[in-house]
């Protein structure tokens, strides 16, 4: 069975300061996607990461692919309570069936 | 984007009963659908996959017989959760992907989700 474990599941911090989510599994994914869902809403995706290394940037986030495809990171860089949400952390598997991690709820103090 | 919709949004059923969610895909055709329950404070948790024209394929601990899944046409698949229980309550989204499984190109959309109360 893939698993997808993200860290933390909670975060509360000051408007501005930096945050980093992690998302780790033992097995290879072949793509990795994060998605931010609104409460009583499904989930939007923010981005698709599919080469190992790979870096993307969206404004203030930057999303990050582990070398062997099997961990990502989400790091957001001066926090706005406009980015408070539930982050999630999604893997293609070995079937092309997309599994979530449990996410990871975030709070922005204004 | 690609847009999925979902309907109804929400629904109220009384415990026994069934209720039917239909998931549709409105600018593309999507030859595969998936179907994902959400329980409060929790993640998405993948019940079945349906391909247009076949027999949905099932997550381990899904029961079939209980969540019937028909896949229609290439923008319509529906979830009917067939005599419903309080436990049965839930979020319930559906997704949507255009062209084959295992295509590069394929990418997933979400539908708003629908929430299912049984009383």
């Known amino acids: 069975t893939q698993l997808l474990e993200q860290s933390p599941q909670f975060l509360s911090i000051q408007e501005g300061e930096n945050l980093t989510v992690y998302c780790n599994s033992s097995s290879v994914f072949s793509s990795l996607q994060w998605y931010r869902q609104e409460p009583g809403e499904g989930p939007v995706l923010l981005v698709t990461?599919?080469?190992?290394?790979e870096v993307k940037k969206l404004k203030r986030l930057t999303f990050q692919f582990g070398d062997a495809r099997k961990d990502s990171s989400l790091h957001i860089t001066a926090a706005q309570p406009g980015d408070t949400g539930l982050y999630l952390c999604?893997?293609?598997?070995?079937?092309?069936?997309?599994?979530f991690g449990k996410g990871t709820r975030l709070h922005i103090l204004p | 984007g690609a847009v999925v919709s979902q309907h109804p949004s929400w629904v109220i059923c009384k415990s026994g009963t069934s209720v039917k969610i239909e998931c549709r895909s409105l600018d593309f055709q999507a030859t595969t659908m998936f179907w994902y329950r959400q329980f409060p404070k929790q993640s998405l948790m993948l019940m079945a996959t349906s391909n247009e024209g076949s027999k949905a394929t099932y997550e381990q601990g899904v029961e079939k017989d209980k969540f019937l899944i028909n896949h229609a046409s290439l923008t319509l698949s529906t979830l009917t959760v067939t005599s419903a229980h309080p436990e049965d309550s839930s979020f319930y989204i559906c997704?949507?992907?255009?062209?084959?499984?295992?295509?590069?190109?394929?990418?997933?959309?979400f539908g708003p989700g629908t929430r299912l109360t049984v009383t």
């Open positions: 997704s949507a992907r255009g062209g084959p499984l295992f295509s590069p190109t394929g990418e997933q959309y």
């Open positions: 990461v599919v080469t190992g290394g």
């Open positions: 999604a893997g293609r598997r070995r079937d092309d069936k997309i599994i």
